[in-house]
Every structure is written in C-alpha cells, then in structure tokens.
C-alpha cells in the first residue's frame, strides 16, 4: 500500500508498429498521472493487470479539499457490495452531496484510504 510501481502496457490503446489502432477496452495508464491500482501478485511471467480491470484502477485528481480518487463510476454502485459497518462513513460523505450523491463519483482521498484499510483489515 502506498508504493510507486512502474507500468508498462503491451499493445494496448493505440497504434501499434504497425500502423493499426487498438481500442481494446483494457485499463489505460495516462504518463505523468497519479493513479491508485490494486494488483495481485504477479504471474509466473512478472506480470500482473489491474484487479477488476477499470474497476481497480483510480485516477489521483486535485479537487477543492485537496485530492480526490475517481474511476469514473457511482460511489454508490462501487460501495452496493461493502458491508454497512465499513462504508458508514462514506455514506455520511455521500448524504452530504447534492442529491443525496447519487451521482458522486469522486472521494476525498482520506476517507478512500481509509475504507482501503478497514477492508483489508476485515473491520
């Protein structure tokens, strides 16, 4: 948790030697940006993809209370499967947006990290 990992994507989004583009709906990493990537172990060959694809993959962006991660979905559909004693504050976060945040897809990161850790944690 909290370490800087190098990427490298192999024949993904964009043009390859060949002259032929590829938009094959796999995550794509933007140089130069901040993400928050959960990855497993990687395979036999080094190699290791984002965990639920898009899904585990945020993007680190500055928002009015400093930073905020978003991968571009719903909170609330992210968090449908998070049991209620490790989201409670999240929710509270949410009920505090407009419209109850219905359509909220960014969080402070504080408040991420710290449902990160209480899910690890098995809290």
């Not at 043009?15 to 990855?39: K, Q």
């Not at 060959?45 to 571009?72: C, R």
């Not at 719903?74 to 505090?96: G, Y």
């Amino acid at each position: 948790l909290g370490k800087a990992h190098s990427m490298t994507q192999f024949g993904m989004n964009g043009i390859d030697p060949n002259g032929i583009h590829h938009r094959d709906g796999v995550v794509d990493f933007i140089p130069d940006r901040r993400y928050i990537v959960f990855l497993p172990e990687p395979s036999s060959l080094g190699y290791a993809s984002p965990l639920a694809l898009s899904q585990g993959n945020f993007q680190v962006i500055e928002g009015d209370g400093g930073d905020e991660a978003t991968n571009g979905r719903a909170l609330q559909s992210l968090l449908s499967d998070v049991p209620a004693s490790r989201k409670a504050d999240v929710e509270a976060f949410l009920q505090q947006q407009p419209g109850g945040g219905a359509s909220q897809r960014r969080i402070p990161m504080g408040l991420f990290m710290s449902l990160i850790n209480r899910m690890g944690a098995g809290q």
